[in-house]
């Protein structure tokens, strides 16, 4: 009943409500998305750099490198247990794909970081560096890689929420500590030998390394991305599942 | 004989009781085997065995004392729900739920959630803002059309509600309870708009405490009352015997 262009325009038209809606108006918003990552590059290159003295050369570049697409990841999942709360009264009213909600809002995060990207290119300025030609097809290649993993985990995350509504609390915990396993504000190399094996454990450590490698050296690594096609796979895999279980009860418990 | 645009068939709904789980993960956890065998037990019902059919182009009316399942059924006809047991069979396009109070996003403005309404119901963008100069000209909400709804009266709501629906050609159109609380001026507008859809052949679905409204409106009616059906036919004799129960 549904055509190819009514789903276009449902995610054109929801994505732009969610950007309204959150934010207000997409000029805070623009904002918020890159001041939320640059405060807290602020406080890690105090605490770490400043204070801990860490061995590293342009610190605040190589965090900043990391931690706007970490942000996109954190934003999405996080807001994950309240999207379909928030959209209830079309839920009970329409019969539409409710696995749209979910995409809208991680779209709309991949959004603002795609406009946080003319800062990183800034900080590589100020340390004399510039972006590189491999960006071209490098950052289209990680966003929709980081896209399907963090469908995925949105997917499944939104749809356990709406039975479990404190599942909210766990998942933000659950973030912090992926946050902290996470190569983001110490590089991998930094790991002790004995505990590699579990870096590669975390799902979000190849795709992190390889943006900022991909925004520092302009190089990517085949082996990193097919880690994290594989980590995607499973999590768009899985969270479908759970979605699909329990799509069709949502409009019972909203 | 007309092609059937609604069947029910021996409908059963039941919910179990979320709340054992809403309440908490940690309560769900802790309570573990308790909260399956509740969760697979306490179920309560609330329509039981419910059968009818409407026709292509009939004005179908749904009576019945508060919490008798009027509003289950509409949302099972809408495919929000669906049966635990039994079938339901919709045919056409079935527009977005009319009921008070839901519905729109309160943020944004009558505009965008005119769009917003159009595309759920399985219009494309280009489509609604073909027509929406019509929508805002129906609703009469002149220069409160650009304001976020959070601001509208429930009755303006209601006025937006019902010229999004009306005017983005249903098939199928559910109203419940919709018309309640607008003035009287906008309520007989759209009660002549409904008279004209009937003309045009548009299924339609009228929950309503209204009898007079149902009387006059509807082809037929069922009443449900305690999760069954109680009565079905002519709407005049639904509404009469409804009325000699009270």
């Known amino acids: 009943m549904r055509n190819y262009e009514n789903y276009r325009d449902l995610v054109i038209v929801l994505t732009q409500k969610e950007m309204k809606v959150r934010y207000k108006s997409s000029i805070f918003g623009y904002f918020w998305s890159v001041g939320h990552p640059l405060a807290l590059a602020f406080v890690y290159f105090i605490a770490f750099k400043v204070i801990m003295k860490i061995q590293m050369e342009d610190y605040s570049l190589f965090l900043i490198a990391g931690l706007f697409p970490w942000q996109w990841f954190a934003t999405s999942v996080n807001a994950a247990p309240v999207v379909f709360l928030g959209n209830a009264s079309i839920i009970k009213k329409v019969n539409f794909p409710r696995s749209i909600i979910p995409l809208t809002t991680v779209l709309q995060d991949m959004i603002h970081f795609l406009l946080s990207v003319p800062v990183i290119v ?3 300025f100020m340390y004399h560096k510039s972006p590189s030609l491999s960006w071209l097809y490098g950052i289209p290649i990680l966003l929709v890689l980081q896209l399907l993993l963090t469908y995925g985990v949105a997917l499944a995350v939104s749809s356990v929420s709406l039975f479990f509504r404190d599942f909210e609390r766990l998942i933000n915990i659950f973030i912090t500590l992926l946050f902290y396993f996470t190569p ?4 991998e190399t930094m790991v002790p030998k004995e505990y590699h094996h579990l870096l590669y454990a975390n ?3 190849p795709l992190m390394i390889s943006w900022r490698e991909l925004f520092l050296t302009g190089q990517l690594n085949a082996a990193s ?5 594989f980590y995607g796979v499973i999590a ?3 969270g479908y599942l759970v979605y699909r ?3 069709w009860k949502f409009a019972e418990v909203l | 004989m007309r092609e059937r645009a609604i069947v029910f068939e021996g409908v059963h709904k039941s919910y179990p009781l979320y709340h054992h789980i809403t309440g908490g993960f940690k309560n769900f956890l802790f309570n573990f085997p308790k909260s399956i065998t509740q969760f697979m037990n306490t179920r309560y019902d609330v329509l039981k065995g419910v ?3 409407v026709l292509r182009g009939e004005t179908f009316g749904i009576i019945g004392k508060n919490g008798a399942g009027k509003s289950t059924t509409l949302g099972l006809i809408a495919g929000v729900l669906k049966p635990t047991s039994g079938a339901v069979a919709v045919r056409g396009r079935v527009s977005p739920l009319l009921e008070l109070g839901a519905g729109f996003n309160p943020e ?4 965008e959630n005119i769009v917003l309404n159009g595309v759920l119901m399985g219009l494309t963008r280009a489509e609604v803002v073909r027509r929406i100069g019509e929508i805002i000209e129906f609703s009469e909400l002149g220069n409160f059309i650009d304001q976020p709804i959070r601001m509208y009266s429930s009755g303006m709501l209601a006025r937006l509600g019902f010229s999004v629906v009306a005017l983005l050609n249903p098939e199928i159109l559910l109203i419940d309870e919709v018309l309640a609380v607008g003035d009287a001026a906008f309520q007989s507008k759209c009660l002549s708009k409904m008279v004209q859809f009937k003309k045009n052949g548009v299924t339609m679905i009228f929950v309503s405490h209204s009898l007079k409204d149902v009387e006059e409106i509807c082809d037929r009616a069922v009443w449900i009352d305690n999760q069954r059906i109680r009565m079905l036919g002519p709407a005049r004799e639904v509404v009469n015997g409804y009325l000699r129960a009270l």
């Open chain 1, 122 to 124: 800034l900080f590589l």
């Open chain 1, 184 to 187: 983001i504000f110490y590089p």
């Open chain 1, 203 to 205: 799902p979000l450590s």
């Open chain 1, 225 to 229: 991305l097919l880690a994290t096609l």
């Open chain 1, 236 to 238: 768009f895999v899985g």
């Open chain 1, 245 to 247: 279980k329990l799509s």
């Open chain 2, 51 to 53: 059968s009818f059919e």
């Open chain 2, 108 to 111: 944004l403005t009558g505009r």
